[in-house]
């Protein structure tokens, strides 16, 4: 009995250790085509580099009062302003090219053919697809090899 109930502590200590190492990775997105990202988290700190891509999903991987470290899809990572992100992402990046279909099954009518890297902005996902769109392209798109979902 007193092996079970330690078996019981222990089995929730390290749920909740997990929860909390990776409370902050989430995935948010850019709120403007200009985004300043720095060495560290202060507006003194020198500027890395600029990220010129609204809703660019990015992964929060710190966060330091008013700033949130990122990382992209390529591991660059740096220092964002809380004002230049959205906390809701509403995007993703393909890291292969995929088929666009009408419907989410595999079985139903292709309509593009999405290529590797493309940014698409996700309605509403279900199981294993995403509603999205992409220029004048609407449709289903399966999650796997899709960088950005929470």
């Known amino acids: 009995m007193q092996f ?7 089995l929730s200590f390290l749920l909740l250790f ?10 948010v ?4 085509n200009e985004v300043n990202v720095r060495y ?27 700033f949130r470290r990122i990382i ?3 591991n660059n990572s740096g220092w964002v302003h809380i004002s230049q992100l959205n906390k809701k992402n509403n995007s993703v990046i393909t890291t ?9 099954t595999s079985f139903a009518k292709p309509i593009a053919q999405i290529k590797q890297g493309r940014l698409l902005i996700v309605e ?3 199981r294993q697809w995403c509603r999205i769109s992409s220029g004048e392209y609407e449709g289903w798109i399966k999650t796997d090899y899709i960088w950005g979902l929470n």
């Open 4 to 10: 079970r109930i330690n078996k019981i502590y222990i």
């Open 18 to 27: 997990t929860n909390y190492c990776f409370a902050n990775e989430v995935f």
């Open 29 to 32: 997105s850019l709120k403007k």
């Open 40 to 66: 560290g988290p202060s507006f003194e700190s020198d500027i890395k580099y600029v990220y010129k891509k609204k809703n660019l999903p990015l992964k929060q991987i710190d966060k330091k009062e008013n």
């Open 72 to 74: 992209d899809l390529k």
């Open 96 to 104: 292969k090219n995929k088929v666009l279909f009408k419907r989410p």
């Open 124 to 126: 509403k996902c279900e």
